[in-house]
T-cell receptor
Framework: GENVEQHPSTLSVQEGDSAVIKCTYSDSASNYFPWYKQELGKRPQLIIDIRSNVGEKKDQRIAVTLNKTAKHFSLHITETQPEDSAVYFCAASGYQKVTFGTGTKLQVIP | GAGVSQSPSNKVTEKGKDVELRCDPISGHTALYWYRQRLGQGLEFLIYFQGNSAPDKSGLPSDRFSAERTGESVSTLTIQRTQQEDSAVYLC?????????????FGPGTRLTVL
């Protein structure tokens, strides 16, 4: 089955700096890669996603890159703000399957 | 339209009792997922329903766990003879993907505490 590894498990950055979270996956059939943000005590919410036919996608301060050959994808947050503090989960999805990473706790220090 | 809803939001039960958790997916979403999230941990896949196909039960941790879904509507997750290690938030998600998994929309979760 699919195996998704996510790093780092925790990340602290100063407000205004960039944050990068990386995930690797094992199943080359996976073709959809969403990122979810989960604030304390709340449900996970989709923040950005990318499909296998695209190498990069950007939405304001958030971007995701995908390297299908190497089977890894990354989340980039620029100009971080305190409200970006949360746990971020990556996922790899394919035929009737979705596998989540173990999460990254991001702390943005004002 | 309305998002995914779950009930109850909180459930406290005694060890050994059975509990039933409910999920109402977004209307028209054919796929429905149950996850377990222990405190400070990631999402643990439990079970997946897609339309009228047989569910993928590969994530259920033991035979005390079962789930049902009628068509493309409500799903219930039942935990029999609850144990303290069952304490967690149980999240339900739905998506519209017919074959390939698409964006999942999560419900608010049910926080289960087993005393």
């Amino acid at each position: 089955g699919e195996n998704v590894e996510q790093h780092p498990s925790t990340l602290s950055v100063q407000e205004g700096d960039s944050a990068v979270i990386k995930c690797t996956y094992s199943d080359s059939a996976s073709n959809y890669f969403p990122w979810y943000k989960q604030e304390l005590g709340k449900r996970p919410q989709l923040i950005i996603d990318i499909r296998s036919n695209v190498g990069e996608k950007k939405d304001q301060r958030i971007a995701v890159t995908l390297n299908k050959t190497a089977k890894h994808f990354s989340l980039h947050i620029t100009e971080t703000q305190p409200e970006d503090s949360a746990v971020y989960f990556c996922a790899a999805s394919g035929y009737q399957k979705v596998t989540f990473g173990t999460g990254t706790k991001l702390q943005v220090i004002p | 339209g309305a998002g995914v809803s779950q009930s109850p939001s909180n459930k406290v039960t005694e060890k050994g009792k059975d509990v039933e958790l409910r999920c109402d997916p977004i209307s028209g979403h054919t796929a429905l997922y149950w996850y377990r999230q222990r405190l400070g941990q990631g999402l643990e896949f439990l079970i997946y329903f897609q339309g009228n196909s047989a569910p993928d039960k590969s994530g259920l941790p033991s035979d005390r766990f079962s789930a049902e879904r009628t068509g493309e509507s409500v799903s219930t997750l039942t935990i029999q003879r609850t144990q303290q290690e069952d304490s967690a938030v149980y999240l339900c998600a739905s998506s519209s993907g017919l074959v390939f998994v698409d964006t999942q929309y999560f419900g608010p979760g049910t926080r289960l505490t087993v005393l």
